[in-house]
């Protein structure tokens, strides 16, 4: 069996004629119209009146909060099992993230233990879609309105996925995208933040092109960003948004052979769970592996490989690593799972013989010790 890699992209749409319209035309920075037509294609994806295209997913979420106005002595609450841009970018602008434990079935931020985390200085919730299932956005929703605390959605593995029939980027304030090369959709690199509201829309847009006037050439009106999409991100990025279905039911399909090759082993691994109404579109598919597993989570992983097949760990819980290590938080259920989760092989074009084949690896090296 050839190597399996955990990620893969796949380009089976316009994407190399529009690369190619870029090189033709010379249009290959900022300007040019795939970045226009991206951004108006995804906000309506989304169903948001308004998307900024980006650099990447972590600049989409600086720049929320950049033209939220949140700085120094400000909080926002998020989910301590999640990727570490979520935590930096609130540190970038010199506000405290605050953590919030995990579900165990979902992986994502348990809401009921949100409320306890919020004071003054709260400015927002940022709940994480993790590995493309959304977070319960009904109870965050709830919360936000009795507090009035705006929610920003990192959406950024979460294209395409749904909370009780509605699209996850359009429950909060704004939500942030990423496009990197492991994702649903990919333009290579590249970020975008969709949202509802014409003032911040503005704002994003200003502070992402270094807060240039739009009517005095070179005048600049505020300390801004180079943040900004390339044409080529764009065009690349289009092309894969106009495939968008084609790759969330290849996703949808590998899910399922997980769920039909892994039957039965929950007592040793459990994957992480969809309710009902929740459409997961399935970054990754993950797995939890259970007491009874005398195995570690890195060793089941090594034994993987030397099947040739590329498995990660899943996310460490921000409080234990060094930039926000904090041996006062208690989060038991994210640190369970960041030591003994592990991310499978899940993009679009694995076969079932591929499925398969890992799956029994996986049973051999779990089950039988
Ligand atoms: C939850 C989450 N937030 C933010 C990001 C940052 O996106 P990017 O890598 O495009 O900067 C990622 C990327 O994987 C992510 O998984």
Redesign the pocket.
């Known amino acids: 069996m050839k190597r399996i890699s955990i990620a893969s992209p796949v380009f089976n749409g316009n994407e190399k004629k529009y690369l190619n319209e870029c090189i033709d035309t010379g249009w290959v920075s900022a300007n040019g119209r795939f970045v226009k037509e991206f951004e108006e294609k995804f906000a309506e994806y989304c169903g948001c009146k308004y998307a900024v295209s980006c650099s ?4 989409s ?1 600086h720049l929320i909060l950049l033209a939220m106005g949140i700085g120094s002595g400000d909080e926002v609450i998020m989910p301590t099992l ?2 570490i ?2 935590a930096n970018t609130v540190r970038y602008c010199g506000a405290t993230p605050v953590f919030v434990d995990s579900e165990e079935d979902t992986f994502n931020i348990d809401p009921k233990k949100i409320e306890e985390k919020i004071t003054s200085r709260t400015k927002a919730i940022m709940p ?1 879609h ?1 590995y493309g299932l959304p977070a319960n956005m009904e109870a965050i929703m709830e919360l936000s309105k009795k507090y009035n605390i705006p929610i920003i959605e ?1 959406a ?2 979460a294209h395409g996925a749904e909370f009780k029939g509605e699209r996850v980027g359009s429950f909060g304030l704004a939500a ?1 995208f ?3 090369g492991n ?1 649903v959709i990919t333009s290579g ?3 975008m933040v969709v949202t509802n509201d014409e003032e911040l829309y503005k704002k994003m847009k200003l502070l992402k092109g270094q807060a240039v006037s739009l009517d005095k050439k070179y005048w600049h009106i505020a300390v801004g960003y180079n943040y900004r999409m390339t044409n080529m991100q764009a065009a690349v990025g289009l092309g894969q948004l106009e495939n968008i279905n084609w790759h969330i039911a290849e996703r949808e399909r590998i899910a399922k052979l997980y769920r039909k090759y892994l039957k039965g082993t929950e007592a040793y691994m459990k994957m992480q769970y969809a309710p009902n109404d929740y459409k997961q579109t399935y970054w990754m598919n993950n797995i939890m592996l259970q007491d009874i597993v005398a195995k570690g989570r890195d060793q089941v992983m090594e034994e993987m490989e030397a099947c040739n097949i590329e498995m990660r760990p899943v996310f460490y819980p921000m409080h234990i690593m060094p930039p926000y290590l904090d041996n006062t938080i208690s989060c038991p259920i994210a640190e369970k799972l960041g030591a003994r989760g592990i991310s499978l092989p899940s993009h679009a074009m694995l076969t079932e013989e591929e499925v398969a084949y890992i799956c029994d690896c996986l049973k051999k090296i779990v089950m039988e010790g």
């Open positions: 990447n997913g972590t600049v979420l999640t990727y841009a979520t994480v993790l990192d950024a593995e942030s990423s496009f990197f994702k690199e590249g970020g």
